[in-house]
């Protein structure tokens, strides 16, 4: 049973952010959902079996964009149990055929924007004195693979800041998931020139269900880290 009733999900539009807020709003939880792309999200809404309290469409790399986010989700649902943060970007690529360009947008959006979404929610969460950040640096956010230097980087970035925000916040009662789930059949694929089996990767649907189990815990209670990976690619 989902402990955590008020749940603001990025990424929502698509993938595994997708997946958590179908089987979020099945069991009725209140959500607030945000994405890029302002008709995929207003698809959702409709389509969910508890409408949303609140969604905004926009970019996360605007700070301004954030604080607005979590500002009015915090004014509509009066604050939230869970945030999962499931937006970013993927680049497979071997690293001197990388761009400064493309190094300076992964790392904007992998790790700034998970700084400024976890930022502003945990303010509001330390208010609270309640909470539960979930998100998925995956795999290569603990364990680095060839063409991955940039990506990993990203992803090692966001664990590093996320456990030192958890010794930061945990005399408040805000606690952090970390999800390192190999790989997943999203549309971060979809753009990758990388040969991979889709077949065999971990299905959206069964990593929506792993952030199901965090926020199924009791209050007292934290899943720190989960590590889940098909069997042909365990570590």
Same mark, same amino acid.
Request: glycine share 8%; aromatic share 6%.
């Given at each position: 049973?989902?402990?955590?009733?008020? @749940?603001?999900?990025?990424?929502? +539009?698509?993938?595994?952010?997708? %997946?958590? &807020?179908?089987?979020?709003?099945?069991?009725?939880?209140?959500?607030?959902?945000?994405?890029?792309?302002?008709?995929?999200?207003? &698809?959702?809404?409709?389509?969910?079996?508890?409408?949303?309290?609140?969604?905004?469409?926009?970019?996360?790399?605007?700070?301004?964009? $954030?604080?607005?986010? @979590?500002?009015?989700?915090?004014?509509?649902? #009066?604050?939230?149990?869970? $945030? $999962? /943060?499931?937006?970013?970007?993927?680049?497979?690529?071997?690293?001197? %055929?990388?761009?400064?360009?493309?190094?300076?947008? !992964?790392?904007?959006?992998?790790?700034?924007?998970?700084?400024?979404?976890?930022?502003?929610?945990?303010?509001?969460? @330390?208010?609270?004195?309640?909470?539960?950040?979930? +998100?998925?640096?995956?795999?290569?956010?603990?364990?680095?693979?060839?063409?991955?230097?940039?990506?990993?980087?990203?992803?090692?970035?966001?664990?590093?800041?996320?456990?030192?925000?958890?010794?930061?916040?945990?005399?408040?009662? !805000?606690?952090?998931?970390?999800? /390192?789930? #190999?790989?997943?059949?999203?549309?971060?694929?979809?753009?990758? %020139?990388?040969? !991979?089996?889709?077949?065999?990767?971990?299905?959206?649907?069964?990593?929506?269900?792993?952030?199901?189990?965090?926020?199924?815990?009791?209050?007292?209670?934290?899943?720190?880290?989960?590590?889940?990976?098909?069997?042909?690619?365990?570590?």
């Amino acid at each position: 049973m989902i402990t955590r009733k008020k @749940v603001l999900i990025t990424g929502a +539009t698509s993938g595994i952010g997708r %997946e958590t &807020a179908l089987k979020l709003a099945a069991q009725g939880v209140s959500l607030s959902l945000t994405g890029r792309c302002p008709e995929k999200l207003e &698809a959702l809404a409709a389509e969910l079996t508890n409408p949303p309290q609140y969604h905004l469409a926009g970019d996360l790399t605007s700070e301004k964009f $954030v604080i607005q986010l @979590v500002s009015e989700s915090d004014s509509v649902m #009066g604050g939230f149990d869970a $945030v $999962v /943060h499931c937006a970013g970007i993927g680049l497979i690529k071997p690293v001197f %055929e990388t761009t400064d360009a493309e190094l300076y947008k !992964v790392l904007n959006i992998n790790l700034r924007v998970t700084y400024l979404v976890a930022r502003e929610t945990c303010k509001v969460m @330390v208010r609270d004195k309640r909470g539960l950040f979930v +998100t998925l640096p995956g795999i290569l956010g603990k364990a680095p693979m060839r063409g991955a230097a940039i990506y990993a980087a990203s992803k090692y970035g966001v664990v590093g800041l996320l456990k030192c925000m958890a010794l930061e916040l945990q005399r408040f009662g !805000v606690g952090f998931t970390l999800l /390192h789930l #190999g790989g997943v059949d999203t549309p971060f694929w979809d753009n990758i %020139e990388m040969k !991979v089996d889709r077949t065999k990767m971990i299905s959206a649907s069964t990593a929506s269900d792993v952030i199901l189990t965090a926020l199924s815990q009791p209050g007292h209670l934290v899943l720190n880290e989960l590590t889940l990976q098909p069997e042909s690619h365990q570590l």
